[in-house]
């Protein structure tokens, strides 16, 4: 997208991008160069009234996401709005409605007129509650129809799983795990049954079409995403991935922002190689990952192995991280599960942006510090990711005596380093 492209679209869009830069501490400018050299992407639809617009990309700060929707055997659309407020209370810059079941464009309604951020849909999963007999039943048709109501409806970017072919398929059924993208198996299913090719893929001219109109976002599915550190790397997700490099450089033809998807379950070590790979596969364009994760044994604590791995992909090449929460590869999660996440992939994205050293990002720390030497709690609480959840413990464990606020109860009095740091600067 050129930067001639980018100044000719809606007034709101130019609005969005000075929003996005004042959020980040940058010069528009800086946003609309980023934008328009396919680096970074700022998802917004104009139908989309009370967004709060933001930019992803290399030269901003890590964003990290935080998944929601209705299961066909549990939830509801309030718990699921309720679920949607905790994510966005934890920090979350960008959210995904991945509901299946009935009556999906009423919640996905009251979904968006709740989010004050980005939000994400993946068209499949509506297509496929469509179609009644299943992914036999599934029609070229229906699919544009459900991607053209929803940018309709004010959806800012979709997950189009438009990279994984027929050919993809023998490949993905020699793993360990097979496809574990929902998405990605709806369509290997689709593709095998009707020995046809990706409609996303054949249909992608006029997919453009209604995505140029609306101003969403394409956000390229990986639908051989590995699901288990079994199939990391393989030649499934890197022939995938080549596709995604072709459809980058034909969304660019067509002024369409994209950003990329990611792995999955990865081990720690193969984890820079694959961030430099999508950097150079797919032309520096943004990559969104799931994780990675880096260990299968982390049933109940995915969050963290999660946090690890992104950490180190925000290192090294994504722009924005999915969130993974405690009940991952268990069921739907509870809202605490969504705040957990969201907290956990903070803290990796924090991490690696301090390590990047951007501009700034370390000021919170040094914050932090300055007021653990002080032993300022209240200090401590307003910086923390989670402030509510430091008060907490604070609380439960220390004494409420503010004459004994100058330590806490790890140390003691006596024992406390940071009181004998306190006096050794005034002895020194």
């Known amino acids: 997208m050129t930067?001639?492209?980018?100044?000719?679209?809606?007034?709101?869009?130019?609005?969005?991008?000075?929003?996005a830069a004042g959020a980040e501490g940058v010069p528009p400018e800086k946003v609309m160069e980023e934008i328009a050299l396919g680096r970074a992407v700022l998802p917004a639809n104009p139908r989309h009234?009370?967004?709060?617009?933001?930019?992803?990309?290399?030269?901003?700060?890590?964003?990290?996401?935080?998944?929601?929707?209705?299961?066909?055997?549990?939830?509801?659309?309030?718990?699921?709005?309720?679920?949607?407020?905790?994510?966005?209370?934890?920090?979350?810059?960008?959210?995904?409605?991945?509901?299946?079941?009935?009556?999906?464009?009423?919640?996905?309604?009251?979904?968006?007129?709740?989010?004050?951020?980005?939000?994400?849909?993946?068209?499949?999963?509506?297509?496929?509650?469509?179609?009644?007999?299943?992914?036999?039943?599934?029609?070229?048709?229906?699919?544009?129809?459900?991607?053209?109501?929803?940018a309709s409806q004010g959806v800012d970017f979709m997950t189009l799983h438009a990279g994984i072919l027929r050919e993809h398929v023998p490949l993905a059924a020699r793993r360990k795990l097979?496809?574990?993208?929902?998405?990605?198996?709806?369509?290997?299913?689709?593709?095998?049954?009707?020995?046809?090719?990706?409609?996303?893929?054949?249909?992608?001219?006029?997919?453009?079409?209604?995505?140029?109109?609306?101003?969403?976002?394409v956000s390229l599915g990986?639908?051989?995403?590995?699901?288990?550190?079994?199939?990391?790397?393989?030649?499934?997700?890197?022939?995938?991935?080549?596709?995604?490099?072709?459809?980058?450089?034909?969304?660019?033809?067509?002024?369409?922002?994209?950003?990329?998807?990611?792995?999955?379950?990865?081990?720690?070590?193969?984890?820079?190689?694959?961030?430099?790979?999508e950097q150079r596969v797919c032309d520096d364009a943004p990559f969104y990952v799931l994780g990675p994760l880096v260990t299968d044994v982390a049933a109940g604590y995915d969050h963290i192995a999660c946090a690890v791995g992104a950490t180190a992909a925000a290192f090294y090449g994504a722009s924005m991280l999915c969130y993974v929460t405690p009940a991952e590869h268990l069921g739907l999660p509870t809202t605490d599960d969504v705040r957990d996440g969201v907290v956990a992939c903070r803290i990796a994205a924090h991490a690696a942006d301090v390590a990047r050293g951007l501009p700034g990002e370390r000021d919170r720390d040094d914050a932090m510090a300055d007021a653990r030497a002080e032993l300022d709690w209240e200090k401590q609480f307003s910086l923390a990711l989670d402030g509510d959840s430091a008060r907490s413990r604070y609380q439960s464990s220390n004494p409420t005596c503010e004459s004994e606020t100058d330590h806490c109860s790890m140390c003691g009095k006596d024992f406390c380093a940071v009181r004998t740091s306190k006096r050794l600067r005034d002895m020194v």
């Open 3 to 19: 930067t001639q492209l980018l100044a000719a679209r809606s007034g709101l869009l130019t609005e969005a991008m000075s929003a």
């Open 49 to 150: 009234g009370n967004l709060r617009p933001l930019v992803a990309g290399r030269a901003f700060r890590t964003k990290v996401n935080a998944n929601i929707g209705l299961s066909p055997e549990k939830s509801s659309r309030e718990q699921e709005l309720v679920k949607l407020q905790a994510a966005l209370d934890a920090g979350a810059d960008l959210v995904m409605d991945l509901s299946v079941g009935a009556d999906l464009r009423s919640v996905r309604q009251s979904i968006i007129e709740a989010c004050s951020v980005p939000l994400g849909t993946v068209p499949i999963y509506e297509a496929l509650a469509r179609s009644k007999g299943g992914p036999r039943e599934l029609s070229e048709d229906t699919l544009l129809e459900v991607i053209s109501d929803q």
């Open 178 to 217: 097979g496809i574990a993208s929902r998405g990605g198996a709806i369509l290997a299913e689709w593709m095998v049954t009707h020995d046809r090719e990706n409609p996303f893929f054949s249909l992608w001219d006029r997919v453009m079409d209604i995505c140029l109109e609306h101003d969403i976002t």
């Open 222 to 277: 990986d639908g051989l995403r590995p699901g288990c550190l079994a199939d990391a790397s393989d030649e499934a997700q890197f022939a995938e991935l080549d596709v995604l490099g072709d459809l980058v450089q034909r969304c660019r033809e067509r002024g369409v922002q994209v950003m990329v998807e990611g792995p999955g379950h990865v081990p720690f070590g193969d984890i820079q190689m694959n961030m430099e790979r």
